[in-house]
């Protein structure tokens, strides 16, 4: 079975400053791991995903996550926030057949 | 290219009656997958079809159940609605059934249970 935690279901943070988005996981067999983005009456965007190699991935928008196996995290950050950033984001993990589990995702307000 | 297309966008129902929701996957993308979002959480995973064939099912009752056609377009239906059924239904398409594919989802329909 696997699991996904994401920590904190809201975080406030002014424009321009930094941000991180905690997520947690758990399995029993090799993962990969995304962060998607939703906003408002939309579906789920792939913002960034970890499949091999370096443990740093990075977004075309300047979000980046790394992934940590002993501490089985995978946080997503961005050094200065934008107002379009105010969205709800999504840590996931998958494995085998695509069965992919979500966290329960965080909202990220920014403040202008 | 199109995105992932749902229909309907909106959809109102009263409990006990049936619902079938439909998915056209991106051009080229075999594998379709159903997730229901109730509000304030996370999707949740349904099926997963490929070729046609299930490949996947999550922890959901015999009331739902999903189909794939020829053409990769996917339809999810569910029997005796229940209050609880309230929620966003996403598709999502990728290229292959295997896990380290990312997911193009539709925008979603949104079931409402009177």
């Known amino acids: 079975a696997q699991s996904v935690t994401q920590l904190d279901s809201q975080v406030p943070v002014f424009e321009e400053a930094p941000v991180e988005l905690r997520c947690n996981y758990s399995?029993?067999?090799?993962?990969?791991l995304f962060w998607y983005v939703q906003y408002p009456n939309q579906g789920l965007q792939l913002l960034l995903k970890?499949?091999?190699?370096?443990?740093l991935v990075e977004s075309i928008n300047g979000f980046e996550a790394e992934f940590n196996k002993s501490q089985t995290s995978f946080h997503l950050r961005k050094p200065s926030v934008h107002i379009s950033d105010t969205a709800e984001y999504f840590c996931a993990v998958a494995g085998g057949y695509q069965k992919v589990t979500f966290g329960t995702g965080t909202k990220l307000q920014v403040i202008p | 290219d199109a995105g992932v297309t749902q229909s309907p966008t909106h959809l109102i129902k009263t409990r006990g009656q049936h619902v079938t929701l439909r998915c056209s996957p991106i051009s080229g993308h075999k594998s379709v997958s159903w997730y229901q979002q109730v509000l304030g959480q996370g999707p949740q995973f349904i099926f997963q079809?490929?070729?046609?064939?299930?490949?996947g099912r999550g922890n959901f009752p015999d009331r739902f159940s999903a189909r794939q056609f020829p053409n990769y377009s996917s339809e999810l239906n569910v029997n005796a609605l229940l209050l609880g059924d309230s929620a966003l239904y996403l598709c999502a398409s990728s290229l292959e059934q295997f896990s380290n594919q990312p997911q193009h989802f539709g925008d979603g329909t949104r079931l409402s249970i009177l």
């Open positions: 970890y499949l091999s190699g370096s443990t």
């Open positions: 399995s029993s067999v090799s993962v990969y």
């Open positions: 079809y490929y070729e046609k064939e299930e490949r």
